[in-house]
């Protein structure tokens, strides 16, 4: 139980950054439609933590929930340095 519980705590903030962030950034209008995101980032949250005790166990939620939060960075950071993703400044 331990196991998943620090998956959940430890994994789920940046998972759910993740996941928020590259809605925020694929969507058209960034200025109008950053706040919503951030307002919604909260379920986000809640719903990563949820599925860290959907696994069997503590070493599965932690591979799975750290494998896609890496994946999911890794995807982030390669499209914005190819172009494909750009914040609106």
Same mark, same amino acid.
């Given at each position: 139980? *331990?196991?998943? %519980?620090?998956?959940?705590?430890?994994?789920?903030?940046?998972?759910?950054?993740?996941?928020?962030?590259?809605?925020? $950034?694929? %969507?058209?209008d960034?200025?109008?439609?950053? $706040?919503? *995101?951030?307002?919604?980032?909260?379920?986000? *949250?809640?719903?990563?933590?949820?599925?860290?005790?959907?696994?069997?166990?503590?070493?599965?939620? *932690?591979?799975?929930?750290?494998?896609?939060?890496?994946?999911?960075?890794?995807? $982030?950071?390669? %499209?914005?340095?190819?172009?494909? $993703?750009?914040?609106?400044?």
């Amino acid at each position: 139980m *331990w196991g998943k %519980s620090t998956a959940a705590v430890f994994l789920g903030l940046p998972l759910a950054v993740m996941v928020v962030g590259i809605c925020a $950034l694929l %969507s058209h209008d960034q200025a109008r439609t950053t $706040l919503p *995101w951030l307002l919604v980032f909260f379920l986000f *949250w809640i719903g990563a933590m949820t599925i860290a005790f959907l696994f069997r166990t503590g070493r599965q939620a *932690w591979l799975w929930m750290g494998g896609a939060t890496l994946l999911g960075y890794a995807v $982030l950071h390669f %499209s914005k340095a190819a172009g494909l $993703l750009r914040i609106a400044g």
